[in-house]
């Protein structure tokens, strides 16, 4: 049988050919850079020179920087004084708590300090706290900062309980926090001269002028069973208040300071001063300690050598490093872009996995 | 009715219009293998044509003619050496009582309700006997443009290339020799169904023993080629080894008892070939080796036949092409040409992995930077749980601070562009490895992210002790976590730009916007104070904060303290325990405008390795194979591979019929 004609044998090469370079209209999409994975781009490279040259830049920097940070820290005069343990009366020493809740008792306490180096105007004055969790969960809690801004808001006291409201009304300020105002208080003398302590502006002027009301008053403070802190004046509005201020900016860690005065004029050298405390807080039912302590500051705050230490560290430790790779890369260089350190042509021809 | 244009012999280049009558048309599938067609001619002769592979055709052949027989399975089986693809054609005279009776059978089947199939193939199977053999055809079938460089280079890259095709042996050898799967130095292990052993038994015609020899014959091979085997893995460089199987041994072979020596041979072989498989068994192949070896596996096809493979397999990859789109519909990813496929592996897949590590990785470290630091601020507060960073500050963390860097760097980053990633595919192994996603890499970055965490803790929180600057006021709790806060914000941020392979501008607008944004967050956030407010903890921290000369040294100190240590062990690892993407960087950091150049320069750099290659092939002496390749070269080799032999290259099948056809000399039978 013939069949030759109609269909040649084959001739179309069956199979599957490429298509798309005979349509007319093509259905390829937009070219754009961006959805064809072509931009341009840096392809940094950590070459050996590379990490030297970081390392040397940052070691250079931060040295100096460093230094710069800790002189500044090392011209601050510090004088930390601890007085929670010796302000008591030695009758009392085995009883701390029953000394510090007796309100009859008289609480002054008379301390020396002595100035080792001019300490120039202003010098300020701290108490700190150690072992006393400002930062304490149910304690952060306890506040209304809408009742401390304006009256309207004087009921809103959710948060504050148990401090929240007597049976005369609701606590203006409300609050553990405020509850717990600490109260000693320091008297300054030198050569029997009394030093001027100026209270105001210790607190931030955002506070001031923001936070704390200017027409709030204190209501029915510390007029419970239980009194944590120092009372308030209920004739002097809340913004004024800088005490309770700066108190209720709470701090971050369980040793703290806060800002108590300022000191406006210098401290000679080898000064006595004399300082009349009255030791009122009760810190002694958790062994929290209390020091007092006066400080001048610097361009970057107060006697904090942290700062100028780490970059010493970290600057050195960088200059370290480099010199450290210098060394190793005259001692086993490794050419870069070796093809030979590619792992398929280091290894000996093992049988295909 | 139908009209066949003739042109016979006697009337010498007349042609004339013939019409035949289709009374039944017996449809093609891919059990029976072959396709009828009865016709009347127009002086009321009835014959079926029959066409179809050779063994069905050569089944059901009649007892006469037997040299033509035996002359065109010779034939058959040159053309499957010249790498054809084969058919036969066969016809039968019916007589017309007898083509009535069946008739009725067919309708009834034809339209019965339930399995019609079956039906229609019984109806088939009753008047399909007793063929007069007519001839065979054969169809050159060129394999698409770069496909054996396509499987060159997957198979350097470390995958595994199996080749399963409905062809004869003879043809799948063929190509698997064009493209570079099998060649002249592999051990071959053939386990074929076309021995004389085998036909012997077949002749015989008792299905039960033929079922039971070739079971046998499958397990005496399968052992005997094991055992052959591990002594080509002593020397390591010895010959590869190929299987190469046919679709009947295959199904004795994927029985239960079988299929562990199987999947043993075949995972040590490093190509496999299978010829004759149905779709099922093509299915059932790649659940073997998806299930037995545990091993990803791709399937790619074109035909319908290829979608229970495409579906079996892990991934499965359609090539929309001239066979339709079935392919296509039932596959994960559809490509046009089957040598984008090394683009999509080498290229695309490579760099999804390496996004998708360093994403994951990111997301890890920063989010345990930022909580770690709250991890060691309980501590201090007597573990009340007292939160260290504002509520805003946490929620926002991820969605706007950091959100959009990582991101960029899942979309964008690239170790080596897509010309390198295709000229080294040996990178994919590290893919493969998992190397950039094991435990000693998470162990890494969950360290440094703890040690930053301490940085960031500690460093800020011990610096600001004392006085915030020269009023002597303090900081506060929330004054403290700000600092804190804006220094994990900025070292995040740069420790992605760090761990980019390649930055673009959306890089920088990512993280210096991040970074932009929250300050502007906090610039808005801190200065605000309404009455709804639950607290105003925040109010006027920030600025406060920028007016100290504190916070602007410690942001200097606390990000590159942190990042020291990362730096450190980038530097370290790059410079003495270097993965070998970086080693590519590095050789090829000095071309660096030859990602933008268009596709023409590649195709150019394609043809000279091949041509130098094809040189050096034509420099050793080679014993020349029965399987040259020659049917299946890709358009432009041909000529060129002739030439290089010094081989006569026989005209091709097509090229004698077209010379016959011209000439109208074919003689009547």
């Avoid at chain 1, 049976?167 to 203006?172: E, L, R, Y």
């Avoid at chain 2, 493209?179 to 074929?192: D, P, R, T, V």
């Avoid at chain 2, 899942?410 to 000229?423: A, R, T, V």
Wanted: hydrophobic letters at 40%; one cysteine or more.
């Amino acid at each position: 049988m013939d069949t030759n004609g109609a269909t040649t044998s084959s001739a179309a090469g069956g199979g599957s050919t490429s298509k798309s370079s005979s349509k007319k209209h093509s259905r390829k999409p937009v070219y754009s850079r961006f959805t064809q994975q072509e931009l341009p781009a840096c392809k940094p490279i950590l070459t050996p020179g590379l990490v030297i040259a970081t390392f040397t830049i940052i070691g250079i920097i931060f040295i100096p920087l460093g230094l710069v940070s800790l002189s500044a820290s090392e011209k601050v005069v510090e004088i930390v004084d601890r007085y929670d343990e010796s302000c008591v009366p030695s009758d009392y020493s085995n009883d701390k708590l029953k000394f510090i809740q007796n309100p009859s008792i008289n609480k002054s306490c008379v301390r020396t300090l002595t100035v080792p180096k001019l300490m120039k105007s202003p010098v300020f004055i701290y108490y700190q706290l150690d072992n006393y969790y400002q930062n304490h969960r149910r304690y952060v809690k306890s506040r209304s900062d809408k009742q401390l801004r304006s009256v309207s808001d004087e009921k809103s006291t959710k948060d504050c309980s148990p401090e929240d409201k007597t049976v005369d009304g609701p606590i203006v300020p409300c609050g553990l926090v405020a509850w717990s105002l600490f109260n000693d208080t320091y008297g300054f003398s030198v050569n029997s001269k009394t030093i001027e302590v100026n209270k105001h502006d210790i607190a931030w002027k955002s506070d001031k002028e923001h936070k704390f009301g200017s027409n709030v008053y204190p209501k029915n403070f510390q007029s419970g069973g239980l009194i944590g802190g120092a009372k308030l004046n209920s004739s002097v509005p809340l913004s004024k208040q800088d005490d309770l201020m700066v108190w209720m900016r709470t701090a971050a860690l369980p040793t703290f300071r806060k800002l108590y005065g300022k000191i406006e004029q210098d401290l000679q050298a080898n000064e006595k001063i004399q300082v009349v405390i009255q030791n009122n807080y009760n810190t002694y039912s958790f062994s929290g300690k209390k020091k007092l302590v006066l400080s001048t500051t610097s361009w970057i705050g107060g006697k904090n050598d942290f700062l100028g230490i780490a970059y010493i560290i970290v600057g050195g430790l960088c200059l370290f490093l480099a010199v450290c790779f210098i060394l190793l890369y005259v001692i086993k260089p490794r050419p870069l872009g070796d093809p030979s350190y590619l792992s398929w042509n280091r290894s000996p021809a093992g049988h295909p996995n | 009715m139908i009209y066949v244009r003739e042109s016979h012999v006697e009337k010498m280049g007349k042609t004339q219009d013939v019409s035949y009558e289709i009374l039944n048309v017996l449809e093609f599938n891919s059990t029976r293998k072959r396709q009828s067609v009865v016709c009347r001619y127009r002086d009321g002769r009835l014959v079926l044509f029959c066409k179809g592979a050779d063994t069905v055709i050569y089944e059901r052949l009649g007892t006469g003619n037997g040299d033509l027989n035996k002359v065109t399975r010779v034939h058959l089986e040159q053309f499957g050496s010249a790498g054809l693809r084969t058919l036969c054609l066969a016809y039968r005279d019916l007589a017309p009582d007898l083509y009535e009776s069946w008739n009725e059978k067919f309708i009834t089947a034809k339209s019965s309700l339930r399995d019609r199939e079956k039906r229609l193939d019984e109806v088939a199977e009753l008047i399909e006997k007793e063929f007069i053999l007519i001839g065979a055809t054969a169809i050159e079938d060129k394999l698409q443009e770069g496909v054996p460089n396509c499987i060159q280079t997957l198979s350097r890259a470390g995958i595994k290339i199996w080749v399963l095709t409905g062809d004869k042996i003879e043809t799948a050898i063929n190509i698997a020799y064009a493209c570079n799967l099998l060649n002249n130095e592999m051990k071959q292990f053939i386990i074929s169904s076309e021995t004389d052993a085998i036909r012997e038994v077949e002749e015989r015609g008792d299905q039960t023993e033929i079922a039971r020899f070739m079971k046998e014959e499958v397990k005496k091979q399968l052992k005997q080629f094991l055992d052959e085997a591990p002594q080509y893995f002593c020397s390591p460089s010895g010959p590869k080894l190929a299987l190469v199987i046919d679709g009947k041994c295959l199904m004795y072979a994927l029985e239960p008892s079988l299929r562990i020596m199987l999947l043993t041979l075949s995972l040590n072989c490093s190509s496999v070939v299978c010829c004759r498989v149905s779709p099922l068994q093509k299915a059932q192949v790649t659940s073997l080796v998806k299930k037995g070896a545990r091993k990803i596996t791709l399937s790619i096809g074109d035909g319908a036949n290829d979608v229970s493979m495409i579906q079996a397999a892990h991934i499965g990859i359609g090539i929309s092409g001239l066979e339709g789109m079935q392919a296509v519909m039932a596959s994960d990813f559809a490509i046009a040409q089957f040598r984008f496929l090394e683009d999509l592996l080498l290229v695309h897949g490579r760099w999804s992995y390496i996004r998708l590590c360093k994403v994951v990785m990111y997301f890890f470290y920063k989010n345990l930077a930022f909580t770690l630091t709250q991890f060691w601020f309980t501590f201090g507060t007597g573990f009340s749980g007292q939160r260290f960073y504002d509520d805003w500050f946490q929620s926002l963390y991820n969605v706007i601070f950091t959100a959009l860097p990582v991101v960029i760097v899942g979309l964008f980053d690239q170790d080596i562009s897509s010309s390198l990633s295709k000229k080294y595919p040996e990178l994919y192994k590290e893919g493969v490895r998992n190397m950039f996603f094991n435990r000693r890499v998470v162990a890494i970055w969950a360290c440094f992210a703890v040690y930053q965490s301490l940085v960031f803790f500690y460093f800020v929180s011990l610096s600001s002790s004392t006085s915030r600057d020269s009023d002597g006021k303090m900081f506060g709790l929330w004054d403290v976590s700000t600092m804190a806060f804006t220094c994990v914000v900025v070292t995040v941020n740069l420790r992605l730009l760090m761990m980019c392979n390649s930055i673009t501008r959306w890089h920088y607008i990512s993280v210096g916007g991040s970074i932009i944004v929250w300050f502007v967050f906090i610039f808005i956030y801190s200065g605000i104070m309404t009455r709804f407010d639950r607290n105003d903890n925040m109010f006027w921290v920030i600025y406060v904060l920028m007016s100290t000369s504190y916070f602007y040294v410690t942001l200097l100190l606390v990000p590159v303290a942190a990042l020291l240590g990362d730096f450190l062990y980038l530097g370290v690892q790059r410079w003495f325990f270097p993965y070998d993407y970086q080693i590519v960087q590095e050789s090829h950091k000095d071309d660096a405008d030859s990602i933008n150049k268009p596709d023409s320069q590649e195709t150019k750099e394609h043809l000279t390795p091949d041509e130098a290659r094809s040189n050096e092939i034509s420099q050793l002496p080679k014993e020349v194979s029965k399987h040259s390749g020659f049917a299946f070269d890709s358009p432009g080799y041909e000529s060129f591979f002739a030439t290089q032999f010094g081989k006569y290259v026989p005209p091709k099948a097509w090229d004698v019929a077209r010379r016959a056809s011209m000439k109208s000399k074919s003689k009547p039978k």
